[in-house]
T-cell receptor
């Protein structure tokens, strides 16, 4: 089956630093990748949609200068949290899809970010 | 706009009990409907899906039928196991090809031995 990996699985960083999270589709080419944020015991909040070779589309209320998304190839997208603050601590999940009708999204295992 | 509403949890059941998690949706056109499961500390896994009215999705003993007349996609399982303990998300993909999924708030299921 389609596998999506994320790296790192968890990271602790100091306030003011930047953190990069990678999302890879391991055995398929992903036309589109999505980045979500999940707070404890809550649902997933879509942050942005990323298509290979083009700029990401951010959801309303998501700061594009703070959450930088790069989708350099059909198998890799990165999310960089810039100048992180404690309120950015969260579980970040990516997903990937091959597109088409009723496209199935394949989710990564998530990255736990803690900003101290 | 499109939205998904799930029953609030947590749902606590004994092993071998019958499970129903309600999900209703609001959408224009003909959405596709999904159930995802999230085990502790992990990402989401697709459990089942249905792409048109009256379709029944099924997997691992779980079933859900796409009911357009009641705009519902309730998840059921005849006999739950402790290993089914997880958070279950109902989601829809609206008409149009954006690929975006709209998620319900999630329902936590706890199965006790």
């Amino acid at each position: 089956g389609a596998v999506v990996s994320q790296h790192p699985s968890w990271v602790i960083c100091k306030s003011g630093t930047s953190v990069k999270i990678e999302c890879r589709s391991l055995d398929f080419q992903a036309t589109t990748m999505f980045w979500y944020r999940q707070f404890p015991k809550q649902s997933l909040m879509l942050m942005a949609t990323s298509n290979e070779g083009s700029k990401a589309t951010y959801e309303q209320g998501v700061e594009k200068d703070k959450f930088l998304i790069n989708h350099a190839s059909l198998t890799l997208s990165t999310l960089t949290v810039t100048s992180a603050h404690p309120e950015d601590s969260s579980f970040y999940i990516c997903s990937a899809t091959t597109g088409g009708f009723a496209p199935e999204q394949y989710f990564g295992p998530g990255t736990r970010l803690t900003v101290t | 706009g499109n939205s998904v509403t799930q029953m609030e949890g947590p749902v606590t059941l004994s092993e071998e009990a019958f499970l129903t998690i309600n999900c209703t949706y609001t959408a224009t056109g003909y959405p596709s409907l999904f159930w995802y499961v999230q085990y502790p500390g992990e990402g989401l896994q697709l459990l089942l899906k249905a792409t048109k009215a009256d379709d029944k999705g099924s997997n691992k003993g779980f079933e859900a039928t796409y009911r357009k007349e009641t705009t519902s996609f309730h998840l059921e399982k005849g006999s739950v196991q402790v290993s089914d303990s997880a958070v279950y998300f109902c989601a829809l993909h609206g008409s149009g090809n954006t690929g975006k999924l709209i998620f319900g708030q999630g329902t936590t299921l706890q199965v006790k031995p």
